[in-house]
């Protein structure tokens, strides 16, 4: 293996090229005109531009990536996880085209691709499996069975996903999961198998060679989901002993040999409280957690795949040490049912510390686009105990300044610094429990919006053209205090403040703040006395925000002009879309009357389907969407004259 | 000294509270913004806003600030003249003191070359006050197209009225923004105009926003309300293009090494009582450095080389109050000195006058003191005069007094200026009338004459006072002694927004 295309994007692009640099293989890069500033592109040897934005015609398209791997004269190319690394026609096409696929053979794609032939498959070699099947192909569950999960039997992330609990629900759940999986997945079949509440993920990771040798290099716990999405994942589980864990090793080493699998792979499994466990699907690929089974083993997992691409025997005899924790960094907002968010990142910086891995796909500069997948970067802590290993990716995640979209951060440390998750107690029903206001604790304080006027304020000065060193806002004669104000989300935050040689009078809201004192103040940081209590704040001032990092809560608060131009600002009733992604339906029309709670129109973000519902009973005014139409978040969808009863 | 201060927070208070508790509610109520908060939104945030006069008409049949407010402010970055009509006084009518503080405003956008912006909401001139100011107001008009004619952009932001001879305001103005059913800009209203040629016709179209932007022409924006017209304010000066001429000042600078507070103790309420200057200088000036030039010759008066905020200056202070012949021929040569190196002086003024005696005129005074005053009458630099305690005599127009035309002259509240002190100008008095009554033989009435002399130092104290001077606009605005540097600060950064260029011809004279 001289070169090595990387059919993917991002942190995993970055982590692939990473080992391969290191193992003198040459790097090609493949990129989407979103991606073109990526850092993933710079870091390869060469990089092709896929022309075109959305997956389906970049990261997806199998001829432009084979094209690409043959005008670069690659000769292996690694496909990472998503995309087309689970599709076998892919790994065909490269080995049609005299490419090695770093991966498993293509029988063994195809068959774990379909969910119904992987479970029908491990059953035979005897690895437990819930029991279930294909609606279309006239399974009903028993009505013991119920609830049931209506899942794609073609893709992974949770996409399609549906809890049925009743025998009426069945075909609607069916038919929509089944549209929702033909549009991400490309293929409408779906499958119902009964439901166990609450389990724990447990996943084993494999690794075969081509002498036939399959082994394991232990287990890791996901069980940290939302919306059926890992979000934190650990190895070892805290739920598993040494026992348990040689069955599950078994297990999987089973279910591997009976696939003849070649390369690296993870077997999952869900474990009910009794400790039962049952298969629920192969991933025939790189996980995104590999990071955790590397830390815990020691192993480059990347350069095992390469290794055995390059059809080296595995002579390798894993053992277990210490204790990893992944947390997965999205842009989303965990307080609007996680929707995912998009926008620059005016800047990404975690604090390296010990123990502590950064996998990062994007960086200061960058921009998260509403294309792909918001998951920014996958933080890792190692330590001797599962404590200590929370408690560093708990810090470093908590020193970290992120500013740009929002991000699940509070979010995954308040789950780090969890009682529960602390004293091992993670099943998949974590978040469903605690909630992410419960979860995030205070989301607001008050003294941010004060920072970043003082903050802004010390900035003016210091880049003041003349006067430069007059003392700020100085009069000889009052003019009222210097008045801003924020949005802070979709609060108003107005703050009013006054410098004189006796300090600084300070309100909020119109409320002072009672002994407060500045103690310092630059365009970086602000240093607040309230009541004797002394608190810092970092600031971080950018063309259209400040960026407010404290000791409660970070923020981003966005400056109201204090002068502006008429008719910038939104009509009153507008309604505003809450993220960015395309109109997909339109449900009403002009003048049409609408009631409170009424859906407007659907946006698809994220292979999502989000209602936009009427926040007032009304008239819609006036209508300014098409389907197909992109939006950006914060863009009006149409404006609603409330109508008052009467 | 801090009674004195709140004594004059107390008049500014006074000046501040405009038209009063109702007329302010009634302009609140009509959607519009108070003179202060229009100034607030139209300077840049968080620089600082020196208001002159603040106290003009104090002791007057008028209201304290003489319905109108001016200062220099900084909007995107150029220092400028705000010259705003106080419309809860009176709707802003201008009165004799009004226009005095109007017309020093527009001389300080002259002699410093900053641009003017005019808030202007005014009823035109206080009607029954008209024999003083029909006459004079013409200059307003004739200033400001001067100013115009000199480079210096004039601009009138049109909040509400500016009828008749205020017309002329945004007719003499470069650029004129009327906000839409606020401005009313015409010769004559409807009633005037029925009585003058029996037209029927309405504000709007006589002189409303609407019609001058799209009509006359006279208006160049059209504002939908007030913040839209501080905006396009904002924006003019924004695309004016400007330059200061004058030195920049250094990058970096110190604050002095003594703190401002104790200047609260070293400058005198009793004037009797002479200070050491240098005490003050060390709380002015940039890291309390100052190179004393000929410290041990004519040791009444301190001279030297100094920077406060960045900028090089050389300071003039008194020291015992009075000027003998080598006070007079060192000031002399220092003000010729700054001429050489274009450096702007800074005049601290505690001086009761050139020394009178026998010895001191045959030893020609006068001769010495007429170098001080053609030196301080021709130099070129800017001058900035701070009067920190007494004025008296020719001393107060050696050391620069307001006819001297200072940039920027502001006081200390304990300061007195008079032509002498109250008791010796009763004392004069006093004997002058002696020497009448003896002359003609009649019997001096001693009575009368201590009647008279305390009658007369009453008076003279009185009219000496800082708050006094200030009220007739003889000066820029009393100061508090701590916010000298601030005030020093802002002025010669204003200042330099002209050229510092000194005068030159002759080399230095030696005397």
Redesign the interface.
């Known amino acids: 293996m001289k070169k090595l295309l990387v059919a993917n994007r991002a942190e995993i692009a970055r982590r692939v090229f990473r080992t391969a640099a290191a193992m003198g293989i040459k790097t090609v890069a493949v990129y989407s005109d979103p991606d073109s500033g990526a850092p993933h592109v710079r870091e390869a040897d060469e990089a092709v531009r896929l022309p075109g934005a959305t997956s389906a015609e970049t990261y997806l398209s199998i001829p432009k990536i084979i094209e690409a791997a043959l005008a670069t004269n690659a000769d292996a190319v690694h496909p990472g996880y998503g995309f087309l690394s689970e599709n076998a026609d892919f790994a065909t096409a490269c080995a049609d085209a005299g490419l090695t696929f770093v991966g498993p053979p293509v029988e063994a794609i195809r068959t774990m691709g379909s969910k119904i032939a992987a479970k029908e498959m491990m059953a035979r070699a005897g690895v437990p499996v819930l029991p279930g099947g294909v609606v279309n192909d006239g399974y009903r569950p028993e009505p013991s069975d119920y609830p049931v999960l209506v899942k794609a039997a073609f893709g992974g992330g949770g996409r399609g996903m549906r809890i049925v609990h009743s025998l009426n629900d069945l075909d609607d759940a069916v038919a929509a999961a089944g549209r929702e999986a033909q549009a991400a997945f490309g293929d409408g079949t779906v499958f119902v198998e009964r439901y166990l509440q609450d389990p724990r993920h447990i996943e084993v990771q494999i690794f075969g060679d081509t002498n036939g040798r399959v082994l394991h290099l232990f287990e890791r716990e996901c069980s940290i989901q939302r919306r059926y999405q890992k979000v934190i994942e650990e190895a070892p589980s805290p739920a598993v002993n040494d026992e348990l864990r040689a069955e599950l090793c078994a297990a999987a080493v089973s279910a591997g040999e009976a696939l003849g699998y070649v390369g690296a792979g993870t077997v999952e499994f869900v474990l009910d409280p009794a400790g039962r466990f049952y298969f629920l699907e192969v991933n025939t690929r790189l996980q995104v957690e590999h990071p955790v089974t590397e830390l815990v083993t020691g192993l480059d997992l990347v350069e095992l795949q390469l290794r055995v691409a390059a059809g080296e025997p595995l002579t390798i005899s894993p053992t277990l040490d210490g204790h990893a924790i992944e947390a997965r960094l999205y842009a989303e907002d965990p307080t609007a049912d996680f929707a995912p968010m998009s926008g620059r990142i005016d800047r990404f910086e975690i604090p390296s510390s010990d123990g502590v891995r950064i996998d990062s796909g994007y960086e200061t500069g960058s921009t998260v686009s509403t294309f792909y997948d918001a998951m920014i970067a996958k933080v890792i802590a190692y330590g001797p105990t599962r404590e200590r290993a929370a408690q560093r990716l708990a810090s470093a995640l908590d020193a970290a300044e992120l500013h740009g979209p929002p991000t699940n951060r509070d979010l995954l440390v308040g789950v780090l610094r969890h009682p529960e998750f602390l004293a091992g107690f993670t099943d998949t029903g974590f978040l469903a429990r605690h909630s992410p206001a419960e979860l995030i604790g205070p989301d607001h304080d008050p003294l941010s919006a004060v920072a970043a006027a003082l903050a802004s304020?010390a900035h003016?000065?210091l880049t003041?053209?003349?006067?430069?060193?007059?003392?700020?806002?100085?009069?000889?004669?009052?003019?009222?205090p210097?008045?801003?104000a924020y949005i802070e989300g979709e609060q108003i935050i107005e703050v009013s403040y006054v410098l004189t040689?006796s300090g600084i009078a300070i309100q909020i809201g119109g409320e002072p703040i009672a002994d407060a004192r500045l103690e310092h103040a630059d365009a970086t940081s602000v240093v607040l006395s309230v009541g004797g209590m002394s608190r810092r704040y970092g600031v971080h001032l950018v063309a259209d925000a400040c960026y407010v990092d404290g000791p409660v809560i970070s923020t981003r608060l966005v400056p109201i002009d204090?002068?502006?131009?008429?008719g910038s600002t939104a009509a009153a009733g507008s309604l505003l879309a809450p993220l960015p992604g395309s109109v997909i339906r339109v449900l009403v029309a002009a003048n049409d009357a609408v009631v409170a709670g009424q859906t407007i129109a659907i946006l698809e973000a994220m292979k999502m389907e989000h209602p936009i519902v009427s926040p007032v009973t009304g008239l819609i005014s006036e209508l300014l969407i098409t389907v197909g139409q992109q939006m950006d978040t914060g863009q009006p969808l149409a404006i609603i004259e409330e109508t008052t009863d009467g | 000294m801090l009674e004195l201060i709140a004594e004059h927070e107390s008049q500014i208070e006074r000046a501040r509270a405009g038209g009063g508790e109702r007329y302010t509610t009634r302009h609140r109520e009509r959607g519009k913004l108070l003179v202060r908060e229009r100034i607030e939104l139209l300077v840049d945030l968080d620089t600082a806003f020196l208001e002159l006069s603040p106290l003009a008409a104090w002791d007057s049949p008028f209201q304290v600030g003489a319905s109108i407010v001016t200062g220099v402010g900084v909007i995107c970055g150029a220092e400028c003249v705000i010259i705003a009509h106080e419309p809860t006084v009176r709707g802003g009518t201008m009165n004799p003191f009004t226009l005095r503080k109007n017309l020093r405003a527009l001389e300080i956008a002259r002699v410093n070359r900053l641009p003017v912006v005019n808030l202007v909401e005014s009823g035109g001139g206080d009607l029954p006050t008209q024999a003083d100011i029909f006459v004079p107001a013409g200059n307003i008009f004739r200033e400001l197209t001067q100013l115009s004619a000199a480079g210096i952009p004039t601009i009138a932001l049109v909040f509400g009225n500016a009828t008749a001879g205020g017309a002329y305001v945004p007719g003499m103005c470069d650029y004129a923004v009327m906000i839409d059913q606020q401005a009313k800009v015409f010769l004559g209203g409807p009633p005037l105009v029925k009585m003058a040629t029996g037209e029927e016709a309405d504000d709007e179209s006589l002189g409303g926003a609407a019609m001058h932007s799209r009509i006359s022409g006279l208006s160049d924006y059209f504002a939908v309300d007030e913040v839209d017209c501080l905006r396009l304010g904002r924006q003019i000066v924004a695309n004016l293009n400007w330059h200061k001429e004058g030195p920049t000042p250094r990058h970096l600078v110190e604050e002095p090494l003594y703190d401002a507070e104790d200047l609260l103790g070293i400058a005198s309420v009793d004037l009797r009582i002479p200070f050491d200057p240098r005490e003050v200088i060390a709380r002015l000036v940039d890291g309390s450095r100052f190179d004393e030039y000929k410290p041990q010759y004519g040791t009444s008066i301190v001279t030297g080389w100094a920077q406060i905020h960045g900028y090089a200056v050389g300071v003039l202070a008194n020291a015992q109050g009075v000027l003998f012949m080598d006070e007079s021929k060192k000031a002399t040569e220092f003000i010729q000195l700054a001429n050489q190196s274009s450096t702007p002086l800074i005049f601290l003024q505690n001086v009761t006058g050139f020394m009178v005696g026998k010895e001191y005129e045959q030893a020609g005074i006068i001769k010495d003191g007429a170098k001080m005053i053609n030196a301080v009458a021709n130099s070129s630099v800017p001058h900035i005069t701070v009067i920190m305690g007494a004025s008296y005599g020719a001393g107060n127009y050696g050391m620069c007094g307001r006819s001297y035309e200072p940039r920027f002259l502001f006081t200390w509240p304990n300061a007195r200026v008079a032509v002498m002190g109250p008791q010796q100008l009763a004392g004069v008095l006093s004997i002058v009338a002696r020497q009448a009554a003896e002359a003609s033989g009649r019997e001096f009435d001693e009575e009368a004459d201590a009647r008279q002399r305390g009658t007369i130092e009453e008076q003279i104290g009185r009219e000496s006072r800082a708050l006094f001077m200030t009220g007739r606009v003889y000066d820029d605005g009393i100061i508090d002694p701590r916010d000298t540097r601030t005030v020093l600060g802002i002025a010669l950064s204003a200042a330099t927004s002209k050229t510092a260029e000194g005068r030159r011809g002759f080399g230095v004279f030696r005397m």
């Open positions: 304020q003016r000065r003041a053209p003349v006067q430069r060193h007059i003392p700020s806002g100085w009069r000889n004669v009052s003019t009222g210097r008045q801003v040689r204090r002068l502006p131009e008429p």
